[in-house]
């Protein structure tokens, strides 16, 4: 981001290369729609883009981009005209189920992943989306509490709290559907 | 917090916590000496582990290539007018008027008249150059237009230097010296000027450089080439 900030346009290419899966795997889990998501990773980018300038290195870069993508996706979920997530959850769970790395041997292994991750998508889809937000954030993306919290504007103590609740439900989800 | 004993609700919330490596030394000593010796905190947090395992086993999605197109042509159109991609490396220079003729027309007018087919081509501007650097940028057209053309680059054998591709015209310009590349930039239309930078910018070709341009232009002659041999 400092090379992009210096005027190397190629390092924008570079940090497209990086981030641009991670983001949309982020965003999708967070809009359910992958259209809407895939837009917004465009949007994300421009945005970084345009701020390329004012970047400072205070804080990591993927706290940055995804603290942008939050306030995109959060500004997305309350549009009053946007399809409610639910509408279509059961087609978007048909047609494009979690995609477990089912490299394991053996149809039951591989059967028992699929379900497993069926099964965290859909809990995952109903839980509230700061809760969502916070969970993926710190589980997957690596982002400390003190990020989270920067990114979604609240307190640690908030984060700590939403980010148990979201795996606590998930976990029991598990537990009662696996 | 519902189901969960009294002697394990000082620890339960900080389980979480655990995982995510927040707790301090001495907390975290606590919460794991608890956990060792109760059985419903040990399988919880198992259980929880298990919700990350699954999360962190999400594949990270493919990105579409067009997304990458349409975002290089969305960054040429938001650079300031005369000022592209830093060059690496200079081996023509372009006449200062053509040079911002050529960039406002990559800015503002970015269409890919020539693989298109007659029909839908555009009706070429025929500005004076002077004019085309003053005029506001119009709005991008149809970056899935560039991405177009980038695919169909592709039919040829080799677009940055070397041979022509077969089929290719026999008086296919050179690009071997610096006075056949100027003249070519110097000749060329705006319309095929535009586009020429317009692909740079979308492919992300790295130089930048007019070099670069004079292949594109090449490249665009042999894709014309190509149009004219099937359409006869």
Avoid at chain 2, 154 to 166: C, D, F, M, R, Y
């Amino acid at each position: 981001m400092l090379a992009l900030r210096a005027g190397d346009e190629s390092a924008f290419d570079a940090l497209f290369r990086r981030w641009s899966g991670p983001l949309l795997r982020y965003l999708e889990r967070m809009l359910r729609d992958a259209a809407s998501a895939e837009e917004l990773v465009q949007e994300a980018f421009l945005r970084l883009y345009r701020a390329r300038e004012r970047y400072e290195p205070e804080a990591r870069f993927s706290t940055w981009l995804f603290t942008i993508a939050n306030r995109l996706a959060l500004n997305e979920l309350r549009r009053p005209h946007r399809r409610s997530p639910h509408e279509s959850s059961d087609d978007d769970a048909a047609g494009a189920p979690l995609a477990l790395a089912a490299e394991q041997a053996g149809v039951d292994e591989v059967v028992h992943a699929r379900r497993l991750g069926d099964a965290v998508e859909r809990a995952l889809a109903a839980l509230p989306e700061r809760q969502r937000a916070a969970l993926w954030l710190t589980a997957v993306e690596g982002l400390s509490y003190a990020e989270v919290a920067a990114s979604l504007e609240t307190t640690e103590k908030s984060v700590k709290a939403l980010v148990h609740r979201a795996r606590s439900a998930l976990a029991e989800t598990i537990d009662t559907e696996v | 917090m519902n189901g969960v004993p009294e002697r394990c609700l000082p620890f339960d919330e900080d389980l979480s916590a655990l995982l995510d490596g927040e707790l301090d030394a001495g907390r975290e000593a606590a919460v794991r000496a608890h956990a060792d010796a109760c059985a419903r905190c040990r399988a919880r947090l198992a259980a929880l582990r298990s919700v990350d395992a699954a999360l962190r086993a999400v594949e990270i999605p493919r990105v579409r290539p067009e997304l990458a197109v349409q975002l290089a042509a969305e960054r040429a159109r938001l650079r300031p007018p005369g000022r592209r991609a830093p060059r690496a490396r200079r081996r023509f220079a372009l006449p200062a008027g053509l040079a911002a003729a050529a960039a406002a027309l990559a800015l503002g007018l970015l269409v890919i008249p020539k693989l298109l087919g007659p029909d839908e081509r555009p009706a070429p501007a025929p500005l004076a150059p002077s004019a085309l650097a003053q005029r506001e940028a119009p709005a991008l057209v149809a970056p899935a237009r560039i991405a177009e053309a980038l695919r169909r680059s592709g039919e040829l054998p080799k677009l940055h230097g070397g041979a022509s591709a077969p089929g290719s015209p026999a008086n296919a310009p050179a690009t071997g010296g610096d006075d056949a590349g100027l003249a070519q930039l110097e000749s060329a239309s705006d319309d095929d000027l535009a586009l020429a930078l317009a692909l740079q910018d979308a492919a992300g070709v790295d130089s930048a450089d007019d070099l670069a341009l004079v292949e594109q232009l090449d490249a665009l002659e042999q894709l014309d080439a190509l149009d004219a041999g099937g359409r006869g």
